[in-house]
């Protein structure tokens, strides 16, 4: 960037007065100013960026009990590092249609497509871990309901629970029972009854029905039809007493049908 400036001055032959000289030197000085100024505009500033912020570390998650996920969505919890409180070495078997959408020993509706199970004696709502001891495989289930009412077999495994223990094709396989949790004692407590079946007509049942009454006049002695078409007996004693009930399955002898010792609750 430049600039001219012509200044014509006349007298003491051709050479300039000292006041000329002073504001020629002014001028300059103030032409100079202008200069630095202007030009300084041009250069670029640079920016201050401040340094990016620092993300705090996140705790790890606290560890959370196991789940199994069961059909229908469920979810079945057990404590960590949960130790079997009672075992059972037997013959699993499955139930589903004709029961499906009934309402089970516990008042729930039957849903064959949940990981539940039935058994005689453990109490309603305990969690039990069954394993095939063929394949191997195991899984956590909710005692709900109660059977199987067929001698030789310890539990009876919705569909859900058959087909995730290789039991659903074929139908029966022996397994082992641990109970991991459950809300009553096992050995004590309880209400108990005896359950006599299954009789292919009713008059077979009212038959035992009635000598049973007569013979336990304190009992509460009811008959009624299984959804599977077969007719039941079922005794309950005073107080719904386990050693009466117990006493009572080992005095019964039937023609037709097997004697079971049964937990109510």
Not at 114 to 137: E, W
């Amino acid at each position: 960037m430049s600039q001219s400036v012509s200044i014509y001055v006349s007298g003491n032959a051709g050479r300039p007065s000292l006041a000329w000289r002073a504001y020629f030197l002014s001028f300059v000085l103030v032409l100079g100013s202008l200069f630095l100024v202007g030009c300084g505009r041009h250069k670029t500033e640079q920016a201050q960026v401040p340094p990016a912020p620092t993300i705090p570390e996140q705790p790890a998650p606290a560890p959370t009990p196991p789940t199994e996920t069961t059909g229908e969505n469920e979810k079945i919890e057990v404590p960590v590092g949960a130790k079997p409180i009672f075992e059972e070495v037997g013959m699993a078997s499955w139930y589903g249609a004709p029961y499906h959408n009934r309402r089970g020993s516990n008042g729930e509706i039957y849903n064959m497509h949940a990981m539940t199970a039935a058994h005689l004696t453990l109490p309603l709502g305990s969690v039990v871990r069954i394993t095939n001891l063929k394949t191997g495989h195991s899984a956590l289930v909710r005692i709900t309901d109660r059977g199987p009412f067929v001698p030789g077999r310890i539990v009876d495994l919705s569909l859900a629970a058959a087909k995730a223990l290789d039991v659903y094709l074929p139908g029966t396989a022996k397994v082992r029972l641990e109970v991991l949790q459950a809300p009553a004692p096992l050995d004590t407590g309880g209400r108990w009854a005896v359950q006599i079946g299954s009789f292919a007509g009713k008059e077979s049942a009212a038959e035992l029905a009635n000598r049973l009454q007569r013979r336990y006049q304190e009992a509460k002695v009811l008959k009624f039809v299984s959804p599977a078409g077969g007719w039941w007996v079922r005794v309950r004693v005073r107080d719904d007493d386990r050693q009466r009930a117990t006493a009572l399955a080992h005095e019964t002898e039937t023609a037709e049908g097997a004697v079971f010792l049964v937990r109510l609750d």
